[in-house]
T-cell receptor
Framework: GENVEQHPSTLSVQEGDSAVIKCTYSDSASNYFPWYKQELGKRPQLIIDIRSNVGEKKDQRIAVTLNKTAKHFSLHITETQPEDSAVYFCAASKTDSGGSNYKLTFGKGTLLTVNP | EAQVTQNPRYLITVTGKKLTVTCSQNMNHEYMSWYRQDPGLGLRQIYYSMNVEVTDKGDVPEGYKVSRKEKRNFPLILESPSPNQTSLYFC????????????FGPGTRLTVT
């Protein structure tokens, strides 16, 4: 089955700096890569996703890049703010027999701390 | 309000005492899923359901059962809980096509002594 490795497990940055979290996946058939943010004591929420026909996607201060050849994808957060502090999870999935990408394999998470 | 609800939110029980954690969504989603979250292990899928009466095992199904008799409900059943099932459990739902965003419930913290 799919295996997703996520690094680093913890990341501490100063407010205003950039943060980068990297993930690698094992199944070359995977074609959908979402990122979820989980604040302390809260539920995970989708912040951005990318499909394998796209190399990069941006949404304000966050961006995701995908390198299909190397089987890795990264989350980039610019101009970090204290409210960006959370655990971030990457995930990967491939299209199933029903035509959906519902079954996700998650990385183990990165605890991002943004220091004021 | 569109939401996924879980009950109970917190549960302390003893080894071997059967329990059910309920999950309900009001968004008419086809897909529903159960995850467990453990420190350092991330989110691991237990079971998922593609629609009513259609379920399949995820990555860590041992010790759990599910059923999907109605589209909105997807209960998680622990027939004989053991201490290694102490965890934070999340239910999630999603549409079958289009956006694959999974909407998570608030979580159920289960402790088995």
């Amino acid at each position: 089955g799919e295996n997703v490795e996520q690094h680093p497990s913890t990341l501490s940055v100063q407010e205003g700096d950039s943060a980068v979290i990297k993930c690698t996946y094992s199944d070359s058939a995977s074609n959908y890569f979402p990122w979820y943010k989980q604040e302390l004591g809260k539920r995970p929420q989708l912040i951005i996703d990318i499909r394998s026909n796209v190399g990069e996607k941006k949404d304000q201060r966050i961006a995701v890049t995908l390198n299909k050849t190397a089987k890795h994808f990264s989350l980039h957060i610019t101009e970090t703010q204290p409210e960006d502090s959370a655990v971030y999870f990457c995930a990967a999935s491939k299209t199933d027999s029903g035509g959906s990408n519902y079954k996700l394999t998650f990385g183990k998470g990165t605890l991002l701390t943004v220091n004021p | 309000e569109a939401q996924v609800t879980q009950n109970p939110r917190y549960l302390i029980t003893v080894t071997g005492k059967k329990l059910t954690v309920t999950c309900s969504q009001n968004m008419n989603h086809e897909y529903m899923s159960w995850y467990r979250q453990d420190p350092g292990l991330g989110l691991r899928q237990i079971y998922y359901s593609m629609n009513v009466e259609v379920t399949d095992k995820g990555d860590v199904p041992e010790g759990y059962k599910v059923s999907r008799k109605e589209k909105r409900n997807f209960p998680l059943i622990l027939e004989s809980p053991s201490p290694n099932q102490t965890s934070l459990y999340f239910c999630a739902s999603s549409f079958w096509e289009g956006s694959y965003e999974q909407y998570f419930g608030p979580g159920t913290r289960l402790t088995v002594t």
